[in-house]
């Protein structure tokens, strides 16, 4: 997992929801983080945004802050 994608999640629940950054680890469930699933859409559009991706159809649901950015990581540039 790139430390960019983790950062940038970091940094959009902290603009989004006012969550503490150090809170936000790979392994931090999104319930406990209060991200229900119409966020999680939200963060992925995000993502889509800020780095110009296409993310397809989510198939799985995502657990862990990990599992979400498993998913729009492959599509990520890589600098």
Known sequence: MSNIALETMQ???Q???GIDKEKVTLNASLEDLGIDSLMQIELLFDFEDKYKIKVPDVTTKPVTIGDL???VEPFIPKN
């Open 11 to 13: 940094s959009l629940l």
């Open 69 to 71: 950015l498993a998913i």
């Open 15 to 17: 603009e989004r929801l």
